[in-house]
């Protein structure tokens, strides 16, 4: 099944998110199989990333939540806030390539 993730930022994590962003953009490009897909939530297109929004296939949503625990960003301390929604494609039949 799949989930729609939401991650808000903490205020101030700017410096620490840019240290950790190759670790993990590795980290997502090791976990493609289950983080479908993955963008930094912006107010502006070139603002600071206030968080993110991934499509995560999972078998439940304690599942999901068992993907996300290694990104580089939650186990460090980055997030405030996540929120987990479940997630039904308008088009079962469409593989999306973004």
Excluded: Q
């Excluded at 993730?5 to 903490?10: E, L």
């Excluded at 976990?31 to 930094?40: H, K, Q, S």
């Excluded at 070139?46 to 995560?56: A, H, K, S, T, V």
């Amino acid at each position: 099944m799949l989930f729609a993730v939401r991650f808000h930022d903490k205020p101030g994590i700017a410096e620490r998110r840019s240290e950790l962003l190759e670790d993990h953009f590795k980290w997502l490009r090791d976990n493609r199989d289950r983080v479908l897909m993955a963008g930094a939530v912006r107010e502006e297109p070139e603002g600071p990333g206030l968080g993110g929004l991934w499509i995560i296939e999972a078998d439940s949503k304690a599942d999901c939540e068992k993907v996300f625990h290694g990104d580089p960003f939650f186990a460090n301390g980055l997030r405030a806030k996540v929120e987990i929604f479940y997630y039904v494609k308008a088009n079962p039949d469409l593989k999306c390539t973004i």
